[in-house]
């Protein structure tokens, strides 16, 4: 499930991406990637961290890894789109 909430989020930040480039070329995972690398990586490890620290304190279920997941890459798009309003 954790994978699936990861999925469902990336696929809403796919389709605005897809808007906001204009072209709706068939590369467009591959040029989200490149162009948010950073963002992109500190989402699966948040998601990861999440879905451990849960695992480990028993509070595991379907619905807390989904929502690991999909807050997960919210997370990191906080946080990324913050720390380009700072640079």
Request: net charge positive.
């Amino acid at each position: 499930m954790l994978i699936y909430g990861m999925s469902s989020h990336f696929l809403k930040k796919l389709m605005q991406f897809r808007i906001e480039q204009g072209n709706g070329s068939t590369n467009c995972p591959s040029q989200y990637f490149r162009h948010y690398p950073y963002q992109s990586a500190l989402s699966v490890i948040g998601a990861l961290a999440g879905y451990a620290t849960l695992s480990s304190t028993g509070e595991l279920s379907l619905l807390t890894a989904f929502g690991v997941g999909y807050m997960a890459d919210s997370a990191a798009d906080a946080i990324g789109g913050r720390s380009m309003r700072k640079i």
